[in-house]
């Protein structure tokens, strides 16, 4: 079974399956999403307005057995950044694409009428449009519930919940994960774009699953990489031990004693709040209240990274309980229950919220008199009745933290290219920030993962309180990242990836063995290299300058403790990054 482009018009509410171009043969995941937007989509087209387009795509290697290789990504011009973006997420919904041929799904155009929402059924070779008006003002559950009643426990779905029929710049698109609970293709706002094309939901049927399978030319030399491949991440002592046991939160305390956890609005990088909210307390109460500390949020995953977290009275309250999460509202904006960040996770999930830039905003918004550190009772209100409801206030938090700086006037803004900084000071991990400055995505932790070297030891260490080294160290992660976005892979492969010699060979392997080519490891790379450079390209052509690769400017004389370390690049070595 060859793989088909399968694209609609939502102008005229049309679609068309068209064969793969040749140049974009080789290519999956975020390589193909971000070729498509480069080659398809005006860099200067308002990114709520009829000319962006939506590409989602999943990775060369998922919808086959690799470990690990369920992530599905999204591209489109971001009406937050105003760049290109392309974020992956886990769930169903790559495996049931891959499977059924799908290379690329490409949405372009918004209805003449917007007085309601479509439903955008993918099916084998066929997709049908129809109008929802019964799923408008819902939320992502009820509309989850609703999809998986009229089809089957199968069917992969996307949706929105009312922040991103609102276009707000905070909302997501929420993904069916394989529990039947909700991923997010999360930062961005891409969940705006998605409402801008009146599209309230999105499935992919997967009748004929059984039948239909990723196709492989050399199965033999496939199981043999796999297998090499999946011992490299069990073996690792991070992706094989520290996150199934403790989730992603392992990491509260790791960055806390590092000095790196941004607190209190980026005031400190150290939280004293964190024995509250850390990984090992959260695996406790986990294991206390009857819920669960390892699960995927992908078919396939050998790291289960993820847990069910329910309530003291062992009712289910929350899953994919991530670190950036946990530290968004616990030590940046001071809750200290983890019950009640927990609370909000779920709420979150249902409205279809961006964990990151909605945290960063509220810790902004103590700067602006709005809430206190530490109220997570007036955090929630303000989610449930503010937010959801689309009131002025709602509308003002919901429009993510560089918009709120500039409404009331804020200095201490901690954004890059209008993108919230993610759960890793700059100052103290300045490798992460090198990543954040540069990157086309905006301040984006997992563009270029440097906490891996600077901070956990893969691949080697460099200090992340000197700047030496930190250039190259973001620049040659960055590579690799975009090549391994490629693939369907989840960042946490770059622990063995780094640390274990047969690793990434085993995952070109894979590559070699599906499609029946030759790459090498030098291939991949430049792979990796051409979308950095396409990205870029694009941002430079939407108006971004070199300008825009900066850090907020508090953070060039505000000594953060407890290193009391400023950010100390100056603009011609962070300029720098971009001559390979």
């Known amino acids: 079974m060859s793989d088909k482009i399968y694209r609609v018009n939502m102008s005229n509410l049309s679609f068309k399956i068209e064969d793969v171009p040749q140049d974009w043969m080789g290519l999956g995941g975020r390589g193909l999403t971000s070729t498509i937007v480069a080659a398809e989509v005006d860099p200067e087209c308002h990114p709520l307005g009829p000319n962006n387009k939506m590409v989602f795509a999943p990775g060369l290697l998922s919808g086959t057995s690799a470990a690990n290789s369920g992530r599905n990504s999204l591209g489109a011009k971001s009406p937050l950044t105003g760049g290109i973006k392309e974020s992956n997420v886990g769930g169903t919904i790559a495996g049931v694409m891959a499977k059924l041929g799908v290379k690329a799904l490409i949405i372009e155009g918004m209805p003449e009428d917007d007085s309601t929402f479509y439903h955008i059924h993918v099916t084998k070779e066929h997709i049908e449009i129809e109008r929802v008006p019964e799923l408008v003002g819902k939320d992502n559950y009820f509309v989850l519930d609703s999809m998986l009643e009229k089809y089957d426990k199968k069917v992969a779905v996307m949706s929105i919940g009312r922040p991103g029929e609102m276009k707000m710049l905070i909302s997501n698109i929420s993904v069916k994960d394989p529990k039947g609970k909700l991923r997010s293709h999360g930062r961005g706002g891409l969940g705006a774009v998605m409402g801008s094309k009146k599209i309230k939901c999105i499935t992919v049927d997967a009748e004929k699953f059984n039948e239909a399978s990723a196709s492989i030319v050399d199965m033999e030399k496939f199981k043999a990489a796999s297998k090499v491949f999946t011992k490299a991440l069990k073996d690792n002592p991070i992706s094989g031990e520290g996150l199934p046991a403790f989730g992603t939160n392992v990491l509260v305390n790791i960055i806390n004693e590092a000095g790196g956890l941004p607190t209190r609005n980026f005031r400190s990088g150290y939280s004293d709040n964190a024995e509250n909210i850390c990984g090992e307390t959260m695996a406790e109460n986990i294991?206390?209240?009857?819920?669960?500390?390892?699960?995927?949020?992908?078919?396939?995953?050998?790291?289960?990274?993820?847990?069910?977290?329910?309530?003291?009275?062992?009712?289910?309250?929350?899953?994919?309980?991530?670190?950036?999460?946990?530290?968004?509202?616990?030590?940046?904006?001071?809750?200290?229950?983890?019950?009640?960040?927990?609370?909000?996770?779920?709420?979150?999930?249902?409205?279809?919220?961006?964990?990151?830039?909605?945290?960063?905003?509220?810790?902004?918004?103590?700067?602006?008199?709005?809430?206190?550190?530490?109220?997570?009772?007036?955090?929630?209100?303000?989610?449930?009745?503010?937010?959801?409801?689309?009131?002025?206030?709602?509308?003002?938090?919901?429009?993510?933290?560089?918009?709120?700086?500039?409404?009331?006037?804020?200095?201490?803004?901690?954004?890059?290219?209008?993108?919230?900084?993610?759960?890793?000071?700059?100052?103290?991990?300045?490798?992460?920030?090198?990543?954040?400055?540069?990157?086309?995505?905006?301040?984006?932790?997992t563009a270029g993962y440097a906490v891996a070297t600077n901070i956990l030891n893969s691949g080697g260490h460099v200090d992340p309180l000197k700047k030496e080294g930190q250039v190259e160290l973001a620049r040659n992660l960055q590579i690799a990242s975009a090549a391994v976005d490629s693939t369907g892979m989840c960042i946490f492969v770059a622990f063995p990836a780094l640390d274990e010699p047969a690793c990434l060979p085993a995952l070109i392997d894979m590559i070699n063995a599906r499609f029946g080519t030759t790459l090498s490891i030098d291939d991949v790379m430049n792979l990796g290299k051409t979308i950095l450079k396409t990205e870029h390209e694009f941002n430079l052509n939407a108006g971004l300058t070199k300008h825009d690769d900066r850090i907020p400017e508090f953070m060039k004389y505000e000594a953060l403790p407890p290193h009391n370390v400023t950010w100390d690049f100056t603009n011609e070595e962070i300029d720098a990054f971009w001559d390979f």
């Open 287 to 445: 294991k206390a209240r009857g819920g669960s500390t390892t699960h995927g949020c992908h078919a396939g995953c050998v790291i289960q990274c993820s847990q069910t977290y329910n309530d003291k009275e062992g009712k289910y309250l929350t899953s994919g309980f991530e670190y950036e999460m946990i530290w968004a509202f616990g030590a940046n904006l001071g809750i200290r229950d983890l019950d009640q960040i927990a609370k909000i996770d779920a709420l979150m999930d249902d409205l279809g919220l961006d964990a990151i830039e909605t945290g960063v905003t509220l810790g902004l918004a103590v700067d602006a008199g709005l809430i206190e550190f530490g109220d997570g009772d007036r955090a929630y209100e303000i989610l449930k009745y503010e937010v959801s409801k689309g009131t002025h206030l709602g509308r003002i938090i919901g429009s993510g933290a560089g918009n709120l700086g500039k409404l009331y006037g804020l200095v201490r803004v901690p954004v890059v290219k209008n993108q919230s900084i993610p759960a890793y000071e700059p100052r103290a991990i300045k490798g992460q920030g090198v990543t954040y400055v540069t990157t086309p995505m905006g301040a984006d932790h």
